[in-house]
């Protein structure tokens, strides 16, 4: 299995020790502090923000949304989630990566690999943002192209919905255990 994150179908076996040692079915225990919750709730949050996003462009390829609502609804979600998940990824990189490196020596490859996910995770964003500021531009402009500029948002957020989803949940498998394992060096 490749560990790229466009080839990759689940965190590859050498990063998987610390989800064995606390399985996703464990994590609503009491041990699971509030760090460790925390992010799932961020992770979370970006999970809702995808998911509505790709129901009001579904609504309005299926001709159940007028332009201008999806315009009008997509647009502020998109400016929130660009915003919070890359905001979320440079605290993660910045702060928390390298603590997780000096705790868990063992996982920093496992933590490299993540980082190369915010990497590519960077060029999704910056794809999503561009996408969705020629969508915004083609509405107030009433360009004649708008719809094409809709679609290739809605591909855009096609292409980004499942690398971003893949990335999370790897993610999770790594840090919640890990958090969990070192809850006292990871307090709120």
């Given at each position: 299995?490749?560990?790229?994150?466009?080839?990759?179908?689940?965190?590859?076996?050498?990063?998987q020790?610390?989800?064995?040692?606390?399985?996703?079915?464990?994590?609503?225990?009491p041990?699971?502090?509030?760090?460790?919750?925390?992010?799932?709730q961020?992770?979370?949050?970006?999970?809702?923000?995808?998911?509505?996003?790709?129901?009001?462009?579904?609504?309005?390829?299926?001709?159940?949304?007028?332009?201008?609502?999806?315009?009008?609804?997509?647009?502020?979600?998109?400016?929130?989630?660009?915003?919070?998940?890359?905001?979320?990824?440079?605290?993660?990189?910045?702060?928390?990566?390298?603590?997780?490196?000096?705790?868990?020596?063992?996982?920093?490859?496992?933590?490299?690999?993540?980082?190369?996910?915010?990497?590519?995770?960077?060029?999704?964003?910056?794809?999503?943002?561009?996408?969705?500021?020629?969508?915004?531009?083609?509405?107030?402009?009433?360009?004649?192209?708008?719809?094409?500029?809709?679609?290739?948002?809605?591909?855009?957020?096609?292409r980004?919905?499942?690398?971003?989803?893949?990335?999370?949940?790897?993610?999770?498998?790594?840090?919640?255990?890990l958090?969990?394992?070192?809850?006292?060096?990871?307090?709120?």
């Open positions: 299995m490749s560990d790229e994150l466009a080839a990759r179908s689940g965190l590859p076996t050498a990063y020790y610390l989800v064995e040692d606390l399985p996703r079915l464990r994590w609503h225990e041990q699971v502090g509030a760090t460790a919750r925390f992010w799932l961020m992770h979370g949050g970006f999970r809702h923000q995808a998911d509505a996003m790709t129901r009001l462009t579904s609504g309005w390829q299926s001709g159940n949304l007028p332009l201008a609502d999806l315009h009008r609804h997509l647009i502020p979600i998109l400016q929130g989630f660009l915003q919070h998940l890359d905001g979320h990824h440079n605290i993660e990189t910045h702060r928390y990566f390298p603590m997780m490196r000096q705790l868990e020596p063992r996982i920093g490859a496992g933590i490299d690999l993540m980082d190369r996910d915010h990497d590519a995770i960077h060029a999704i964003l910056e794809d999503l943002f561009r996408s969705g500021l020629a969508f915004h531009q083609a509405v107030i402009g009433r360009a004649p192209d708008t719809p094409d500029a809709a679609a290739r948002m809605a591909e855009t957020l096609d980004a919905t499942p690398l971003l989803a893949r990335h999370l949940e790897d993610e999770e498998d790594i840090v919640v255990p958090i969990t394992r070192h809850a006292d060096r990871f307090q709120v």
